[in-house]
């Protein structure tokens, strides 16, 4: 049986329709597709932007590493045992050196200061006489002008008290050379007869300023190796020169000098006085010593 024209229409009809929605539906799926096809080239971009951000991260990472590293190596060397314990003898050293540079200064300002003590005691050692304290004024002042004396405070000073002080009037030593002197057959060492002359010449300052008369004749020192003792024996005091340096062992025997040659004593008061002699006197001397 024939198909009618209106049923045919109508299956021509569906049939479009169902086309179009076929191929509606595809689009629809190719759309999709394409939208997750974009959507994963998005994620793909996004993720090697991310890997690359991680990749310069890790980077500046390592960079930092490596910087961390050389600094690290540097300052090693600076902590290496052995450049700490070169470091710490160039130190030490160098304070040694510098606190014998010191010492030295000190030293030899303290040697220019005793010698020039010792000048000024030389020039006032003039004796006695009439014209004694006129000597040492003019001694004095020619320490001052041909510049013996280096010290410039002490030179002023010196130089203020000569103004101030009236000629002729000025403090005097008496010269241990016309009470006393050395055997020059028997060897002294110069720096003990220096310290000899220094201790005989305040020994005698000290007597006459405490107003004893002096011995009327001159007395000889002689030093004698092996001695192992002092003696007077009326015509020089002998010394051993092991004990020359102690101020008390010829003090005592000048004292011996003195009072046996001055006649203030008998044999027993000679005796005596050696007892007292090594305490009283020397325990004064010393005393007037370190007052000085």
Do not use: C
Not at 33 to 46: C, K, Y
Not at 225 to 244: T, V
Not at 267 to 286: C, D, E
Request: no cysteine; aromatic share 6%; charged share 35%.
């Amino acid at each position: 049986m024939d198909e009618k024209p209106t049923d045919r229409a109508s299956n021509d009809a569906d049939l479009a329709t169902e086309k179009w929605r076929f191929e509606r539906d595809l689009r629809a799926r190719e759309f999709e597709l394409r939208t997750r096809e974009q959507s994963v080239r998005e994620a793909e971009i996004e993720l090697k932007r991310l890997d690359y951000a991680l990749r310069e991260r890790d980077q500046a990472n390592r960079d930092r590493e490596v910087e961390i590293k050389h600094a690290e190596s540097r300052g090693a060397k600076w902590r290496s045992p052995l450049i700490v314990a070169v470091l710490a003898a160039a130190l030490a050293a160098g304070g040694n050196a510098v606190v014998a540079f010191v010492n030295g200064a000190s030293q030899r300002d303290l040697e220019k200061s005793k010698q020039e003590a010792e000048r000024i005691l030389e020039m006032i050692k003039t004796g006695g006489g009439e014209n004694a304290a006129k000597r040492a004024d003019v001694n004095l002042r020619f320490l001052l002008e041909s510049g013996l004396i280096a010290d410039p405070v002490l030179g002023a000073k010196l130089s203020a008290y000569l103004d101030k002080t009236p000629k002729g009037s000025g403090p005097l030593l008496p010269s241990a050379s016309t009470r006393l002197g050395f055997d020059d057959a028997a060897p002294i060492d110069a720096s003990l007869r220096r310290n000899l002359e220094t201790i005989f010449t305040r020994y005698l300052a000290y007597l006459d300023k405490a107003g004893f008369p002096p011995a009327i004749k001159k007395i000889v020192v002689q030093i004698e190796p092996g001695f192992d003792n002092a003696a007077y024996d009326g015509e020089k005091i002998i010394i051993d020169d092991k004990i020359a340096d102690d101020p008390s062992v010829p003090i005592r025997e000048y004292m011996h000098h003195v009072l046996l040659e001055g006649g203030r004593t008998s044999a027993h008061a000679a005796r005596s006085h050696r007892r007292r002699s090594r305490g009283l006197f020397r325990l004064q001397f010393l005393e007037h010593a370190g007052a000085r």
